[in-house]
C-alpha cells in the first residue's frame, strides 16, 4: 500500500455497520434490560451515542450510556509524555450486576481495552462485560477478543486505521493509511 489512503468504510457503509451492531447488542444482551453502554474516549463515545440512537429508534427504549477516559489507566502512560491530555469520564449510573458493553473504534493490540476493564472496576462489578468495536484490525498482544465487531480488516503493523466521526473530523469514514514516524 502506498501513502494513499484506502477508504474501507464510508459514511453509509459506517451507518449500517453501526446500526447492525446495535441488533447484535440487543440479541448478545437478550433484549435491553439492565444493558448500558459505554464509550472510550474519544471516538468510541460517538459510536456509542450512535449505538443508543440505533436502538432507541428500533426498540424504544434508552439505554444509559457514558463514557470512559483510560489514559490514566494506560501501561505506556510514561510514554505519553509529562502531561497528558485527559477526557472526562462519565458513569452516572451503578454498574454492579448489569450487562456493560465497551464501545471503541479500533480494536489493536488490546491494551486500551485492558485499561477500560481496569478504570470499570472502579466503578463497581458488572454481571457481565462485552466489547464492541467498529473495526477490528488484529495484531493482539494481549487475549482480548471483541463479542460485537463491523467490519474485520488484515493490515500490516506499518498501516494505521483511522476512524473519521462527523463530530470531531466533519465527515463519517474508516480508512487505512501509512503510519507515519514521528
Not at 58 to 61: A, F, I, L, S
Not at 95 to 116: N, P
Not at 132 to 142: T, Y
Not at 150 to 155: A, L, Q, S
Given at each position: 500500500m502506498t501513502d494513499r489512503q484506502t477508504t474501507v468504510l464510508d459514511a453509509r457503509a459506517m451507518d449500517r455497520a453501526l446500526r447492525r451492531m446495535a441488533?447484535?447488542?440487543?440479541?448478545?444482551?437478550e433484549g435491553t434490560d439492565g444493558l448500558i453502554i459505554v464509550g472510550i474516549q474519544r471516538r468510541g463515545v460517538q459510536?456509542?451515542?450512535?449505538?443508543?440512537?440505533?436502538?432507541r429508534d428500533?426498540?424504544?427504549?434508552e439505554v444509559p450510556s457514558?463514557?470512559?477516559?483510560?489514559?490514566?489507566?494506560?501501561?505506556?502512560?510514561?510514554?505519553?509524555?509529562?502531561r497528558p491530555v485527559v477526557g472526562p469520564t462519565n458513569l452516572p449510573?451503578?454498574?454492579?450486576?448489569?450487562?456493560?458493553?465497551?464501545?471503541?473504534?479500533?480494536?489493536?493490540?488490546?491494551?486500551?481495552?485492558?485499561?477500560?476493564l481496569d478504570e470499570l472496576a472502579d466503578f463497581g462489578r458488572p454481571r457481565r462485560i462485552a466489547l464492541?468495536?467498529?473495526?477490528?484490525?488484529?495484531?493482539?498482544?494481549?487475549p482480548i477478543q471483541p463479542d460485537v465487531v463491523?467490519?474485520?480488516?488484515?493490515?500490516g503493523r506499518t498501516q494505521r486505521v483511522d476512524v473519521l466521526v462527523s463530530?470531531?473530523?466533519g465527515r463519517d469514514a474508516v480508512v487505512i493509511a501509512a503510519k507515519t514516524s514521528a
Open positions: 441488533d447484535e447488542i440487543v440479541e448478545l444482551n459510536l456509542a451515542a450512535r449505538i443508543v440512537g440505533s436502538i428500533r426498540e424504544g427504549v457514558g463514557a470512559l477516559d483510560i489514559t490514566l489507566y494506560r501501561d505506556d502512560l510514561q510514554t505519553v509524555g509529562p449510573w451503578a454498574i454492579d450486576g448489569k450487562h456493560v458493553v465497551i464501545v471503541d473504534d479500533v480494536l489493536y493490540t488490546g491494551r486500551t481495552i485492558r485499561a477500560a464492541a468495536v467498529l473495526i477490528d484490525r488484529g495484531g493482539r498482544e494481549l463491523g467490519k474485520t480488516v488484515e493490515i463530530e470531531l473530523d
